[in-house]
């Protein structure tokens, strides 16, 4: 009688062990840091904030300092010109580059420049992440070339390796946050 019992107990605490080691891996593979500015601006711009995680998950790790070899800044890696652009259509005023490491003025300048792809791109986000990642003068002309799109409106190839890998890590990584936000995981990661 005892045996069973015994058997019970040890599995609940293999399963509770198990989720527990699970849930450690998925906070640190797939963190959520700055939620409140996320789900703020992604709000603000129409975005997925599962799609905002992604990318910045991508891009930077969460990393507020984080710097490219190229000179891609901050938490969405964004480069000095798509910056200058960003910020003169936007309207900002008394801008300085030391404020790209505030995760407040990337993750806005970023988001903007997401909506900017989503309106360009029709909402598509494998169209918005191959185009933030490699350009939009290149995803249209991409999308221009019977090689890359048979229809004009999707890609059914990439060129460029680096940005097909982006693109496929950054729709993983959006499944992913869907998951965690929906649950309100990082609710509790975060505390």
């Known amino acids: ?41 992604s709000e603000k711009y129409d975005l997925e904030p599962g799609l905002v995680c992604a990318i910045i998950n991508t891009e930077s790790g969460f990393d507020p300092t984080a710097e490219s070899h190229k000179g891609a800044r901050g938490l969405m890696q964004l480069m000095p010109a798509t910056i200058d652009w960003a910020v003169e259509n936007m309207g900002i005023e008394n801008f300085s580059y030391a404020d790209i490491e505030d995760p407040d003025v990337n993750i806005d300048i970023g988001c903007w420049v997401l909506n900017f792809l989503a309106k360009q791109f029709n909402n598509n986000e494998e169209l918005m992440a191959a185009a933030y990642n490699a350009g939009s003068g290149n995803v249209t002309k991409w999308l221009g070339d019977t090689k890359y799109s048979a229809d004009g409106e999707y890609l059914d190839y990439i060129p460029y390796k680096e940005t097909e890998n982006y693109v496929k890590k950054v729709m993983l990584y959006e499944k992913v946050y869907k998951i965690i936000l929906r649950t309100d995981l990082y609710e509790i990661a975060s505390n």
Do not use: E, G, N
Not at 15 to 23: D, E, G, R, S, T
């Open 1 to 41: 009688m005892f045996k069973p019992v015994k058997f019970l107990l040890t599995a609940v605490l293999w399963i509770v062990i198990l989720l527990f080691i699970a849930y450690c891996a998925l906070c640190i593979l797939f963190p959520v840091k700055y939620a409140d500015q996320i789900l703020k601006y």
